[in-house]
């Protein structure tokens, strides 16, 4: 088989899974479009396009179909998907929404095993895994990682009173400070922007770092970051409403504040990469100064 005409066989199995997978793949772009909770969703497609195209597959030798490897995911795909459609009574549409998008991203990574083979499966490893962020989170662990976020976003905030002098005492997701009780609602958790966090610092990572305990260092500090920021909003939010004036609980600041505080988590980040990146370049240059040595 030509290298012609396994990459025309190749795009025209992707446009079939496509065509099959039209009516999940709406399903989430209408999820992601309504729901908050999925938004980022929407940066996934063009996120994972650019890095494919900054990998600059032609630097890489020809490719060779890995058969194996390929038929493999092509039958877990088939095999999650038969079990989303036809499976279990008792699955939620929003757990089989989930199985049909993880179906239909599996696949997708079959074909480019099967027609490509593992050479460019290896290069284009992350923008492949970045994909299953397609797959929309099922209610019941988006309802766990809100549930997190809530008690740490707490956690946060009293930390910061407390930096400030002001008395507070923490009943689960309650903050008590003189005069007033604060809640830390599922709205205030930010998971929206926590996630967008997240997906924005992957990014980063895989652009400006090499190693790959940084990357996941980097990744693995969005957690703490995005509890500080929502900690910092609250305690902000709170301060203006107690001591400027109370139009802040329910000002523009408080309903579309978000930007401002996600921009300043998303600086932290940088700090740290920044900080990291460095590290790296002091690194190569101490193995450099050995090896000339």
Known sequence: MTKT???????FVLAVSV???WRPLMSTLTLALRSDEYTHILLILPLSCALVYLQNLRRLPDFKPAV??????????????????????GLTPNVRLSLSMFALVTWWIGCIAFYLGIRAFQALLL????????????????????????HQSALAARVLFMAAGVPVTQDGIVLSIPGLDIEVARECSSIRS???LIVTTMVLAHLFLRSGWRKAVLTAATVPVAAVKNGLRIFTITQLGTRVDAGFFDGRLHHRGGIIFFAISLAMMAVLLWGLRR???????????????
């Open 19 to 21: 065509a099959l997978g």
């Open 68 to 89: 194996g490897a390929g038929s493999a995911l092509l039958i877990v795909a088939l095999l999650v998907a038969s079990f989303a459609r036809w499976g279990a009574d």
């Open 127 to 150: 923008p492949l895994c970045f994909l299953f962020w397609l797959v929309p989170i099922p209610a019941i662990a988006l309802d766990a990682i809100i549930h997190f976020l809530q």
């Open 279 to 293: 590290t790296e370049n002091l690194e190569s240059r101490g193995l450099r100064v050995a090896s000339l040595k």
């Open 194 to 196: 926590s996630l967008m």
């Open 5 to 11: 005409s396994r990459t025309l066989q190749f795009v």
